[in-house]
């Protein structure tokens, strides 16, 4: 037995153990407290005074294990590979008790052989219907270092040890009781972001220095066995990572045994294209077709057609419409059957909340409304998910269409999970609605998987990044608008303004290595990549070099969720050559792109950036440089970016886009790296270790006897510039005419601003201070290498309009004769950007 028990010279200790921690609780005034956990050798030991639990009354009452006696002796069991340990308090005889206190407490400890972590969970039990606002399940005081904590998160102490409700809605605080404030984090109230008003009932009155507390709203305790109630808590955990870890990656490794296991999963949404949505007939079938005579060449599968919000009959509970189902699930199942016959699954948008639904129907046919808050009020109608006749409808219905369509994708949008309401199964306040709307959707979501073991579980619109979502969902929204054009910062490319775009939400939120959510950017949704007839999010002169950026972008953030919104007639050859070989350099890195880390500044404000994953002593880093001039990037290489090998070893970085060769540096463990970037460039690297060999291109000759006046600038252009050779000019008033030679040029492409321009729903905590209006014109220079030219402007030109030069200089690289498999494709391998600021 692993649990035991054993005289101290404080007392009587018992101790719940397995091979690699250890929970010590010492008995005092008849109670079992815990006064430390360690490692199973002693090390690390986190000394506390633990109170045990804390309940919280509607009226204020509180209560600890001080206020009960121990019943009996602690019951230790071991069961297999597991621990347990189970102590019951009774009330006391000298105590005043009201009706909504327990007449007994139990606490369940449980610790599974080779874990690092020690669960526990508190079970309350009345004898009468009974409410409890907040439960406790730990709270305890550590003279230790605390940080994180919040809605959903774990408190890390000393950067060993972590602790946290194993639940997407719990809260922790910790170093004085009362932090993180709600909704404080860096990361929270941003975007697209859920606000549950907890009024203030969150807040411990009479913190004190090193009190951590882990905490949810239960409200009211349901019928048990024999006439009794209970409230059993959710379930809290405490633990420690390997010898060396800090606590983060302890946490992480600790998530990666109890989360949905990361997979890759590529699927066609129909939300943007009007065609796609007539789901009669072999309309989908056709479609899907078209993508995989596209996409097969280069072996790409897709893993599901999906149907977006359109499918379902608004005077139903998620039934099929008979628009284009008129035998219900049965031609869902038929269409469903089509398209695995061709290759491929078949997966549905659906809103767990009833959101779009048809709720006027329901609310007349007995399902009742949520009450939302006044955050949410101002959004869709939707269900109380807690009210019972709405729950069981959609424990039945959402597993059944699971099964027996045969769906291996859900896209759960619209998750408000606020309801006010008296009358469905928990107080009337926000917290406790919230609570117990959350539990039932946990609960459909995991009869889902129970019926569909392989279902791909999308959690979308409102959701927070609790790590603890990724028990339950396979990916996460990234709380954005649906999709959008970054206007503020000077680009030419309507492609690079919705990257930029997508990488400043990303930036807003795991941008600050010290605060940041621990949810990976690998599982996020962000709204795929957009190709449509009706030619979203792209201008008619952006080339196939910009879409490939573009697509290298989406790839890079490590998206497990890929979602292509593309139509396929509007695909030419190059789009998808440029698609699929970046799609398969993505699954190629799969195991390194799931641990990517953002690293750079703020995009949309002219800052170099990029992601880094790394596996082991091997990397892949993909980099942008959203402004003109060339920008180095500095990137961390210790734990911040998830590098745990050793210091002071040497690396280096092949460039993969967009060419192949050398990069010149070599880089230390431990020391930045800093990677020079060509203005508008986008890069791609793999790194690993050894010194840097040479680049078989060589350094780009510089440009020399540049002559400038108040109105013109006379230069040399190299003849080596053919390929690609613009005039950028940015004004931040009214762009300058000019011209070459004495002639006036016409711009070949024009871009402007549009200041803070975000989605009106997820503009929180978006707007750019410092962003102003500007306007963008590129001139083709590209007849006219191997000449000197003059440019001429009116010498009245504003004092900050700026003139640059890009080039995409041709080199003498010897050629590879073999292409290397699983890499982007460069469209113009044999170059090499220059961009020069001439004003």
């Not at 506390?48 to 209560?63: R, Y």
């Not at 009932?201 to 349901?222: C, S």
């Not at 040029?745 to 410092?770: D, E, Q, V």
Request: hydrophobic share 35%.
């Amino acid at each position: 037995m692993l649990v035991f028990s054993f005289r101290s010279a404080y007392g009587q200790d018992i101790v719940i153990k397995n091979d690699k921690v250890i929970r010590t609780l010492r008995y005092s005034d008849s109670v079992w407290l815990t006064v430390s956990v360690s490692r199973a050798d002693g090390s690390d030991r986190l000394d506390m005074q633990s109170e045990e639990f804390h309940i919280l009354g509607m009226n204020d009452h509180t209560l600890t294990a001080k206020d009960f006696r121990v019943k009996g002796m602690p019951v230790a069991e071991h069961r297999g590979d597991t621990n347990m340990l189970t102590i019951r308090y009774g009330r006391r005889h000298d105590r005043h008790y009201t009706n909504d206190d327990p007449a007994t407490v139990e606490v369940c400890y449980t610790t599974l052989k080779g874990d690092e972590v020690i669960r526990k969970k508190v079970i309350l039990q009345f004898d009468a219907p009974a409410v409890v606002d907040r439960l406790e399940v730990e709270r305890f005081v550590a003279r230790a270092k605390e940080s994180g904590g919040g809605r959903g998160e774990p408190v890390f102490m000393n950067d060993k040890w972590f602790t946290g409700l194993e639940y997407p809605a719990g809260y922790s605080r910790h170093t004085d009781g009362n932090t993180p404030k709600a909704y404080s984090r860096h990361y929270e109230m941003v975007g697209n972001y859920s606000f549950i008003d907890l009024e203030e009932r969150d807040i411990e009155p009479h913190g004190i220095a090193g009190m951590v507390r882990l905490m949810h709203f239960p409200g009211y305790a349901k019928g048990a066995a024999q006439g009794k109630y209970c409230i059993e808590s959710k379930t809290s955990v405490m633990g420690i990572g390997k010898p060396g870890d800090n606590a983060e990656n302890g946490f992480m490794n600790y998530l990666a045994t109890i989360w949905k296991a990361p997979r890759s999963f590529l699927h066609y949404n129909n939300w943007f294209e009007p065609r796609a949505k007539d789901l009669k007939g072999d309309a989908l079938i056709d479609i899907f077709r078209a993508f995989r005579s596209a996409i097969a060449p280069y072996g790409v599968k897709m893993d599901a057609m999906v149907a977006d919000d359109g499918w379902q009959d608004h005077e139903s509970i998620w039934q099929p419409t008979p628009k284009y189902f008129p035998n219900g699930i049965a031609d869902m199942k038929l269409l469903s059957e089509k398209l695995k016959q061709e290759g491929t699954g078949f997966g549905l948008w659906l809103s767990i909340g009833g959101t779009n639904a048809g709720v006027p129907w329901g609310e007349k046919h007995g399902y009742l409304p949520a009450k939302p808050n006044s955050y949410f009020a101002r959004y869709f109608r939707y269900y109380s998910l807690s009210h019972p006749k709405y729950k069981e409808e959609m424990l039945r219905q959402v597993p059944r269409l699971a099964k027996e369509a045969g769906l291996v994708y859900f896209k759960h949008d619209f998750n408000q999970l606020s309801d006010l309401n008296d009358n469905a199964g928990h107080p009337p306040t926000d917290r406790h609605g919230h609570e117990a709307n959350l539990d039932a959707m946990l609960e459909i979501l995991m009869a889902t998987r129970k019926v569909n073991p392989a279902i791909y579980q999308n959690i979308t619109n409102w959701i927070w990044f609790s790590p603890w979502w990724l028990m339950y969902a396979d990916a996460l929204w990234m709380l954005a608008g649906d999709d959008g054009l970054n206007g503020n910062w000077p680009e030419i490319s309507s492609r690079a303004m919705a990257t930029t775009d997508r990488d400043t939400y990303i930036w807003r939120m795991w941008g600050d290595t010290a605060d940041r959510p621990l949810v990976p950017i690998s599982r996020l949704m962000t709204h795929g990549i957009i190709r449509t007839s009706t030619g979203r999010m792209e201008s008619k002169e952006d080339t196939v070099q910009d879409w490939l950026e573009y697509v290298l972008m989406h790839y890079a953030r490590g998206t497990l969720l890929k979602e292509w919104y593309i139509s396929p007639e509007v695909m030419s050859p190059q789009h998808w050559k440029a698609l699929c070989t970046v799609h398969n350099w993505a699954a190629a890195n799969e195991k390194y792109l799931n641990h990517t880390v953002f690293v750079g500044g703020r995009p949309d404000e002219g800052n170099p950036y990029g992601y880094i994953g790394w596996n082991g002593n091997k990397a892949v880093l993909v980099v942008r440089n959203p402004g003109a001039v060339t920008s180095a990037l500095r990137i961390p290489f210790d734990g911040s970016v998830q590098y745990h090998m050793q210091k002071t070893k040497r690396y280096h970085a092949k460039v993969i886009f967009p060419y192949r060769d050398e990069y010149p540096k070599t880089f230390i463990s431990g020391q930045p790296m800093v990677i020079e970037i060509p203005g508008y460039a986008t890069m791609a690297f793999e790194i690993s270790e050894g010194k840097a060999g040479k680049p078989a291109a060589g350094n780009l000759p510089e440009i020399k006897d540049i002559v400038k006046t108040d109105s013109s600038i006379t230069m040399f252009l190299p003849a080596d510039a053919g390929t690609r050779c613009d005039l950028l000019v940015i004004a931040y008033d009214t762009l300058p005419g000019l011209a070459i030679n004495g002639q006036q040029l016409t711009p070949s492409r024009t871009s402007r601003s549009a200041i803070n321009a975000f989605a009106g729903y997820a503009i929180a905590g978006m707007p750019s201070k410092t962003a102003r209006s500007w306007k963008m014109a590129v001139y083709d220079l590209s007849a006219m290498a191997g000449k000197n030219i003059t440019i001429s402007f009116d010498p009245a030109i504003s004092a900050d309009t700026e003139i640059h030069l890009l080039m995409e200089r041709k080199v003498i690289q010897k050629s590879s004769p073999t292409v290397p498999p699983n890499i982007p494709w460069t469209i113009t391998p044999d170059t090499r950007r220059q961009t020069i600021q001439l004003r």
